[in-house]
């Protein structure tokens, strides 16, 4: 009797344990995806050796001592040829809209930091940068308000059954001639934006620069329409209106990769 008593009783302790674990895991949204944007197709420029000079050959094979009361070249070395670079963890997606809530205007900011791409740029060469497809996690974007994360991640994005959100570059205008670190460079990329089921083309608005010789920052910035992509708020009484237009921001950091 004391034995079928005790198996009965680490049965209801397994079952308990179960349901605890189901309880504390579960949510509405299914766990993140994690965002890996498509890789660029890899580079097939010849490498190119500078030739020889008689400066070159003098010294390696000379002898003599060299002369360390020289000053030393503090110029930033930029590598010779396109470079891939990556998006790196720093990069944050923003979003912005106006609405009127309670009775008053309110402009909700929404962040997200699950955002991948890369580009590949030759600093000699800048009119021959290619910008990869840019994904962009659905299910991470964050408000002051827990309750409107919820409606973005949920009937807005619908952000389950789509848990990306993708623009494919198809041009890039306004780069040209050559870049040093520093110099800020103004372009603008266009291409396709796929929110949910729908694709729109979308033109991004980019100011951007090397920082060093291993990493550009800069920030694209984009105006979208909300109807246009079918984004419908649904219907809360606090909310008296939601305006149609939202700005789209990326501010990037990039890294040389490989």
Not at 78 to 85: D, N
Not at 125 to 133: C, F, K, R, V
């Amino acid at each position: 009797m004391k034995k079928t008593a005790l198996i009965i009783a680490a049965v209801v302790v397994a079952a308990v344990a179960a349901a605890a674990v189901w309880w504390f895991t579960s949510t509405d949204i299914d766990d993140p995806v994690e965002v890996t944007a498509p890789t660029l197709p890899p580079d097939t420029t010849p490498e190119t050796t500078a030739p020889a000079t008689a400066t070159t050959l003098a010294s390696s094979n000379s002898t003599e001592v060299p002369d360390t009361t020289a000053v030393p070249d503090t110029t930033v070395a930029i590598a010779a040829g396109p470079v891939t670079f990556e998006l790196m963890d720093a990069s944050l997606v923003t979003f912005e809209i106006d609405e009127v809530l309670n009775g008053s205007d309110k402009r909700v900011v929404a962040t997200n930091p699950e955002v991948a791409a890369q580009i590949r740029v030759d600093p000699s060469d800048l009119a021959s940068a290619e910008i990869g497809t840019v994904v962009i996690g659905a299910q991470t974007f964050e408000t002051d308000s827990n309750n409107r994360n919820r409606a973005i991640r949920g009937p807005i994005l619908d952000s389950n059954d789509f848990p990306t959100i993708q623009f494919v570059p198809t041009a890039v205008e306004g780069l040209s001639g050559a870049a040093a670190v520093g110099d800020l460079l103004e372009f603008t990329i266009t291409g396709d934006l796929t929110i949910r089921d729908i694709t729109q083309p979308v033109t991004f608005t980019v100011s951007a620069a090397l920082t060093d010789a291993a990493t550009i920052e800069g920030t694209a910035e984009a105006t979208v329409s909300r109807d246009a992509f079918g984004l419908t708020i649904p219907s809360v009484a606090a909310v008296a209106s939601v305006e149609d237009e939202v700005l789209l921001k990326i501010d990037f950091v990039a890294g040389a990769v490989g």
